[in-house]
């Protein structure tokens, strides 16, 4: 098993900036992929960024690309999303998520997941 905790979100104005970070227990955080995805309301749950195990491949959805940043540190166990210029589109819950190589940028592909941290950007 593997506990994520996510912590950061919160109320920015558009344009802001805001950090989330995702704190990982259980089993050796170097053997998973980790990813981000977020859920607006009334939507689907969304892709929004991975980085495999040693932070050498990272992807990014489409959306995202230029504005945010996914970064790990596998010493401390933590897998962050920098996420710059902020628009009330990107308005959701943030979920991190795990998964053993390779990841797959799909809600149904992810074995890990924890409890979100909401973001909300007001315009």
């Known amino acids: 098993q593997v506990q994520l905790k996510e912590s950061g979100g919160g109320l920015v104005q558009a344009g802001g900036s805001l950090r989330l970070s995702c704190a990982a227990s259980?089993?050796?955080?170097?053997?998973?992929?980790m990813g981000w995805f977020r859920q607006a309301p009334g939507k689907e749950r969304e892709f929004v960024a991975a980085i495999n195990w040693n932070g050498d491949r990272i992807y990014y959805a489409g959306s995202v690309k230029g504005r945010f940043t996914i970064s790990r540190d596998n010493a401390k166990n933590t897998v962050s999303l920098q996420m710059n210029s902020l628009k009330p589109e990107d308005t959701a819950v943030y979920y991190c998520a795990a998964d053993r190589e390779p990841f797959k940028p799909s809600v149904a592909g992810i074995t890990y997941w924890g409890q979100g941290t909401q973001v909300t950007v007001s315009s």
């Open positions: 259980g089993r050796t955080f170097s053997n998973y992929a």
